[in-house]
Protein backbone atom coordinates (compact mmCIF):
# COMPACT_ATOMS: atom_id res chain seq x y z
CA UNK A 1 0.00 0.00 0.00
CA UNK A 2 3.14 2.25 0.73
CA UNK A 3 4.48 1.62 -2.65
CA UNK A 4 0.63 2.77 -4.51
CA UNK A 5 0.54 5.76 -2.40
CA UNK A 6 4.10 7.13 -2.99
CA UNK A 7 3.50 6.19 -6.74
CA UNK A 8 0.02 8.30 -6.76
CA UNK A 9 1.60 11.02 -4.68
CA UNK A 10 4.01 11.19 -7.36
CA UNK A 11 1.83 11.28 -10.42
CA UNK A 12 -0.47 13.96 -8.23
CA UNK A 13 2.70 16.60 -8.40
CA UNK A 14 3.46 15.83 -11.52
CA UNK A 15 0.12 16.33 -12.97
CA UNK A 16 -0.61 19.25 -10.31
CA UNK A 17 2.45 21.01 -11.60
CA UNK A 18 2.20 20.24 -15.14
CA UNK A 19 -0.87 21.47 -16.04
CA UNK A 20 0.32 24.90 -13.42
CA UNK A 21 2.48 25.82 -17.22
CA UNK A 22 -1.49 26.34 -18.96
CA UNK A 23 -2.76 28.07 -15.82
CA UNK A 24 0.40 30.53 -16.04
CA UNK A 25 -0.17 30.89 -19.87
CA UNK A 26 -3.94 31.74 -19.26
CA UNK A 27 -3.62 34.22 -16.39
CA UNK A 28 -0.67 35.65 -18.56
CA UNK A 29 -3.02 36.62 -21.06
CA UNK A 30 -4.40 39.37 -18.85
CA UNK A 31 -1.90 39.63 -15.64
CA UNK A 32 1.87 41.05 -16.15
CA UNK A 33 4.62 38.04 -15.37
CA UNK A 34 6.26 39.42 -12.19
CA UNK A 35 2.74 40.82 -10.81
CA UNK A 36 1.22 37.51 -11.41
CA UNK A 37 4.10 35.65 -9.72
CA UNK A 38 3.91 37.49 -6.94
CA UNK A 39 0.01 37.44 -6.16
CA UNK A 40 0.78 33.75 -6.11
CA UNK A 41 3.07 33.42 -3.92
CA UNK A 42 1.44 36.20 -1.46
CA UNK A 43 -1.40 33.32 -1.66
CA UNK A 44 0.83 30.35 -0.69
CA UNK A 45 2.62 32.31 1.90
CA UNK A 46 -0.17 33.00 3.89
CA UNK A 47 -1.91 29.59 3.52
CA UNK A 48 1.58 27.75 4.41
CA UNK A 49 2.18 30.06 7.55
CA UNK A 50 -1.83 29.16 8.83
CA UNK A 51 -0.49 25.59 8.44
CA UNK A 52 2.63 25.86 9.97
CA UNK A 53 1.23 28.08 13.24
CA UNK A 54 -1.19 25.19 13.01
CA UNK A 55 0.84 22.34 13.27
CA UNK A 56 2.79 24.30 16.23
CA UNK A 57 6.21 24.72 14.61
CA UNK A 58 8.74 27.48 15.57
CA UNK A 59 8.35 29.60 12.51
CA UNK A 60 10.37 32.65 13.90
CA UNK A 61 14.29 32.18 12.49
CA UNK A 62 16.25 32.23 15.73
CA UNK A 63 19.74 32.71 14.66
CA UNK A 64 21.57 34.51 11.89
CA UNK A 65 22.69 31.44 10.01
CA UNK A 66 18.49 30.52 9.61
CA UNK A 67 17.95 33.52 7.68
CA UNK A 68 20.41 32.82 4.84
CA UNK A 69 18.77 29.92 3.16
CA UNK A 70 15.26 31.73 3.89
CA UNK A 71 16.72 34.72 2.15
CA UNK A 72 18.85 33.04 -0.33
CA UNK A 73 16.37 30.43 -1.48
CA UNK A 74 13.41 33.23 -1.69
CA UNK A 75 15.27 35.87 -3.53
CA UNK A 76 16.85 33.19 -6.26
CA UNK A 77 14.63 29.73 -6.24
CA UNK A 78 11.11 31.70 -5.88
CA UNK A 79 11.70 35.40 -6.56
CA UNK A 80 14.10 35.42 -9.59
CA UNK A 81 13.06 32.12 -11.03
CA UNK A 82 9.82 32.64 -11.31
CA UNK A 83 9.80 36.14 -12.68
CA UNK A 84 12.31 34.90 -15.40
CA UNK A 85 9.73 31.86 -15.64
CA UNK A 86 6.63 33.57 -16.01
CA UNK A 87 8.49 35.96 -18.09
CA UNK A 88 9.27 33.53 -20.69
CA UNK A 89 6.53 32.41 -21.20
CA UNK A 90 5.19 35.21 -22.28
CA UNK A 91 6.97 34.15 -25.46
CA UNK A 92 6.54 30.03 -25.69
CA UNK A 93 4.36 27.84 -24.45
CA UNK A 94 4.51 26.38 -21.48
CA UNK A 95 4.80 22.97 -22.25
CA UNK A 96 8.15 23.92 -23.95
CA UNK A 97 9.06 26.43 -20.55
CA UNK A 98 8.05 22.72 -18.68
CA UNK A 99 11.12 20.67 -21.11
CA UNK A 100 13.29 23.50 -20.62
CA UNK A 101 13.73 23.08 -16.68
CA UNK A 102 14.88 19.42 -17.17
CA UNK A 103 18.51 21.20 -17.32
CA UNK A 104 17.27 22.18 -13.24
CA UNK A 105 19.09 18.37 -11.80
CA UNK A 106 22.09 18.78 -14.56
CA UNK A 107 22.70 22.33 -13.64
CA UNK A 108 22.40 21.86 -9.71
CA UNK A 109 25.43 19.25 -9.25
CA UNK A 110 26.96 20.85 -12.00
CA UNK A 111 27.22 24.43 -10.53
CA UNK A 112 27.86 22.77 -6.61
CA UNK A 113 30.74 21.12 -8.66
CA UNK A 114 31.78 23.85 -10.17
CA UNK A 115 32.62 26.00 -6.80
CA UNK A 116 33.86 23.15 -5.07
CA UNK A 117 37.70 22.16 -4.84
CA UNK A 118 36.62 19.31 -3.72
CA UNK A 119 34.50 17.90 -6.19
CA UNK A 120 35.22 17.76 -10.51
CA UNK A 121 32.87 16.45 -13.19
CA UNK A 122 34.13 13.22 -14.46
CA UNK A 123 34.04 12.24 -18.17
CA UNK A 124 30.58 10.55 -18.33
CA UNK A 125 29.69 13.84 -16.41
CA UNK A 126 30.45 16.02 -18.69
CA UNK A 127 29.44 13.84 -21.67
CA UNK A 128 25.49 14.11 -19.91
CA UNK A 129 26.15 17.70 -19.71
CA UNK A 130 27.08 18.31 -23.30
CA UNK A 131 24.16 15.70 -24.26
CA UNK A 132 22.00 17.96 -22.21
CA UNK A 133 22.68 21.22 -23.34
CA UNK A 134 22.48 19.39 -27.39
CA UNK A 135 18.86 19.03 -26.16
CA UNK A 136 18.28 22.70 -25.22
CA UNK A 137 19.81 23.58 -29.05
CA UNK A 138 17.49 20.98 -30.77
CA UNK A 139 14.28 23.03 -28.94
CA UNK A 140 15.30 26.28 -29.52
CA UNK A 141 16.44 25.54 -33.00
CA UNK A 142 18.13 29.00 -33.22
CA UNK A 143 18.11 30.89 -36.27
CA UNK A 144 21.26 32.70 -37.41
CA UNK A 145 19.57 35.20 -39.20
CA UNK A 146 16.82 35.86 -36.78
CA UNK A 147 18.56 35.81 -33.00
CA UNK A 148 16.72 38.29 -31.48
CA UNK A 149 13.01 36.91 -32.21
CA UNK A 150 10.50 36.31 -29.81
CA UNK A 151 11.16 32.68 -29.32
CA UNK A 152 14.66 32.53 -28.37
CA UNK A 153 14.02 35.89 -26.37
CA UNK A 154 11.09 33.91 -24.20
CA UNK A 155 13.86 30.38 -24.43
CA UNK A 156 16.71 32.52 -22.86
CA UNK A 157 14.43 33.89 -20.32
CA UNK A 158 13.26 30.31 -19.36
CA UNK A 159 16.88 29.07 -19.09
CA UNK A 160 17.93 32.14 -16.68
CA UNK A 161 15.04 31.09 -14.49
CA UNK A 162 16.63 27.28 -14.60
CA UNK A 163 19.96 28.96 -13.39
CA UNK A 164 18.48 31.11 -10.87
CA UNK A 165 17.12 27.78 -9.33
CA UNK A 166 20.06 25.90 -9.49
CA UNK A 167 22.08 28.46 -7.87
CA UNK A 168 19.61 29.19 -5.04
CA UNK A 169 19.85 25.26 -4.63
CA UNK A 170 23.55 25.68 -4.56
CA UNK A 171 23.73 28.26 -1.78
CA UNK A 172 21.21 26.30 0.23
CA UNK A 173 21.88 23.11 0.24
CA UNK A 174 24.41 22.47 3.06
CA UNK A 175 22.67 24.96 5.37
CA UNK A 176 21.49 23.76 9.08
CA UNK A 177 18.27 24.43 10.71
CA UNK A 178 16.09 23.33 13.39
CA UNK A 179 13.11 25.28 11.80
CA UNK A 180 10.42 22.22 9.62
CA UNK A 181 11.07 22.21 6.10
CA UNK A 182 7.49 24.16 6.04
CA UNK A 183 8.44 26.84 7.90
CA UNK A 184 11.24 27.75 5.69
CA UNK A 185 9.27 27.28 2.55
CA UNK A 186 6.84 29.72 4.15
CA UNK A 187 9.32 32.01 4.73
CA UNK A 188 10.91 31.57 1.51
CA UNK A 189 7.27 32.29 -0.52
CA UNK A 190 7.24 35.62 1.70
CA UNK A 191 10.86 36.81 0.58
CA UNK A 192 9.68 35.71 -3.25
CA UNK A 193 6.82 37.19 -3.15
CA UNK A 194 8.27 40.90 -1.64
CA UNK A 195 10.82 40.25 -4.39
CA UNK A 196 8.74 39.49 -7.15
CA UNK A 197 6.92 42.88 -6.19
CA UNK A 198 9.81 44.87 -5.74
CA UNK A 199 10.54 43.30 -9.52
CA UNK A 200 7.11 44.24 -11.14
CA UNK A 201 7.76 47.64 -9.70
CA UNK A 202 11.12 48.00 -11.23
CA UNK A 203 10.47 47.34 -14.38
CA UNK A 204 9.56 49.81 -16.74
CA UNK A 205 7.51 47.62 -19.34
CA UNK A 206 5.11 46.35 -16.67
CA UNK A 207 2.76 47.63 -14.06
CA UNK A 208 -0.17 46.33 -11.53
CA UNK A 209 -2.14 48.44 -13.10
CA UNK A 210 -2.71 46.38 -16.38
CA UNK A 211 -3.26 43.52 -14.66
CA UNK A 212 -7.59 42.31 -15.44
CA UNK A 213 -8.72 40.09 -13.58
CA UNK A 214 -10.73 38.53 -15.93
CA UNK A 215 -12.44 34.91 -14.17
CA UNK A 216 -9.63 33.11 -16.18
CA UNK A 217 -6.99 34.78 -14.65
CA UNK A 218 -8.63 34.07 -10.75
CA UNK A 219 -9.59 30.69 -11.38
CA UNK A 220 -5.87 30.20 -12.66
CA UNK A 221 -3.84 32.42 -10.30
CA UNK A 222 -5.81 30.25 -7.31
CA UNK A 223 -4.76 27.02 -9.23
CA UNK A 224 -0.95 28.54 -9.18
CA UNK A 225 -1.23 29.51 -5.66
CA UNK A 226 -3.56 26.98 -3.31
CA UNK A 227 -3.35 23.60 -5.93
CA UNK A 228 0.09 24.19 -7.44
CA UNK A 229 1.80 26.35 -4.97
CA UNK A 230 0.85 25.75 -1.06
CA UNK A 231 -0.43 21.36 -2.15
CA UNK A 232 2.11 20.73 -4.61
CA UNK A 233 4.83 21.76 -2.08
CA UNK A 234 3.75 19.91 0.67
CA UNK A 235 3.30 16.19 -1.19
CA UNK A 236 6.70 17.52 -2.88
CA UNK A 237 8.41 17.49 1.14
CA UNK A 238 5.85 14.16 1.98
CA UNK A 239 7.41 12.65 -1.47
CA UNK A 240 11.51 13.73 -0.77
CA UNK A 241 11.12 12.38 2.46
CA UNK A 242 10.04 8.81 1.70
CA UNK A 243 12.11 8.67 -2.06
CA UNK A 244 15.29 10.73 -1.47
CA UNK A 245 16.48 13.51 -3.90
CA UNK A 246 17.05 11.16 -7.23
CA UNK A 247 13.36 9.65 -7.33
CA UNK A 248 12.45 13.12 -6.77
CA UNK A 249 14.55 14.53 -9.45
CA UNK A 250 12.70 12.35 -12.17
CA UNK A 251 9.69 14.93 -11.68
CA UNK A 252 11.21 17.19 -13.82
CA UNK A 253 10.70 14.51 -16.84
CA UNK A 254 7.48 13.75 -16.02
CA UNK A 255 5.94 17.10 -15.62
CA UNK A 256 6.61 17.96 -19.10
CA UNK A 257 4.38 15.05 -20.35
CA UNK A 258 1.64 16.77 -17.95
CA UNK A 259 2.04 19.76 -19.35
CA UNK A 260 1.73 18.98 -22.85
CA UNK A 261 -1.36 16.74 -22.22
CA UNK A 262 -3.10 19.50 -20.41
CA UNK A 263 -2.10 22.25 -23.83
CA UNK A 264 -3.42 19.12 -25.71
CA UNK A 265 -7.23 18.56 -24.09
CA UNK A 266 -7.77 22.23 -23.19
CA UNK A 267 -6.30 23.99 -26.07
CA UNK A 268 -5.44 21.14 -28.83
CA UNK A 269 -1.97 21.63 -29.38
CA UNK A 270 0.39 19.73 -29.95
CA UNK A 271 4.30 19.32 -29.28
CA UNK A 272 6.65 19.48 -31.97
CA UNK A 273 9.41 16.98 -32.78
CA UNK A 274 11.98 19.31 -31.82
CA UNK A 275 10.37 19.56 -28.59
CA UNK A 276 10.01 16.02 -28.35
CA UNK A 277 13.81 15.43 -29.95
CA UNK A 278 15.37 18.31 -27.35
CA UNK A 279 13.19 16.25 -24.50
CA UNK A 280 14.92 12.93 -25.50
CA UNK A 281 18.58 14.38 -24.95
CA UNK A 282 18.15 16.28 -22.10
CA UNK A 283 16.74 12.99 -20.32
CA UNK A 284 19.41 10.76 -21.41
CA UNK A 285 21.68 13.80 -20.79
CA UNK A 286 20.75 13.47 -16.93
CA UNK A 287 20.90 9.39 -16.94
CA UNK A 288 24.24 9.91 -18.10
CA UNK A 289 25.29 12.84 -15.63
CA UNK A 290 23.71 10.55 -12.54
CA UNK A 291 24.57 7.45 -13.89
CA UNK A 292 26.20 6.48 -10.70
CA UNK A 293 23.34 6.96 -8.44
CA UNK A 294 20.40 5.99 -10.30
CA UNK A 295 22.22 2.23 -10.47
CA UNK A 296 22.24 3.05 -6.92
CA UNK A 297 19.00 3.78 -6.68
CA UNK A 298 17.84 0.82 -8.86
CA UNK A 299 19.89 -1.39 -6.98
CA UNK A 300 18.14 -0.73 -3.74
CA UNK A 301 15.21 -0.90 -5.53
CA UNK A 302 15.57 -4.12 -6.71
CA UNK A 303 16.71 -5.54 -3.10
CA UNK A 304 13.56 -4.21 -1.82
CA UNK A 305 11.63 -6.04 -3.54
CA UNK A 306 13.68 -9.39 -3.12
CA UNK A 307 13.23 -8.75 0.86
CA UNK A 308 9.32 -7.62 0.63
CA UNK A 309 6.96 -9.71 2.73
CA UNK A 310 3.50 -9.95 1.97
CA UNK A 311 2.29 -7.49 4.63
CA UNK A 312 4.31 -5.02 2.45
CA UNK A 313 1.69 -5.29 -0.01
Known amino acids: MSRVRTL ?30 AVRFDIAAVLLFALTIARGDRFLPAARAEWRPILTGGVLSIGAHHALLFSGQVYIAGSVASVL ?35 L ?45 LAVQSWMMLIGAV ?35 AGGFLLY ?28 VVLSRVPTLSTVAGFTLIFVGFLLFKRDAVRGELRRAVDRTRTRTPSDE
Open 195 to 229: TLHLTSIALPWESAADAVWVPAALVSTAYLAVVAG
Open 101 to 135: LGIVPLATPTLTRLTSSRKRLRPVQLAGLTVGFLG
Open 237 to 264: FWLLDRVGPIEVGLLEYVIPLFAALAEW
Open 137 to 181: IVIANPDPENLLSSNLLGIGLVLGSALAFALGAVFTHDSETSMSL
Open 8 to 37: VVFLTISAVWGSAFLATDIALQTVPPAFLA
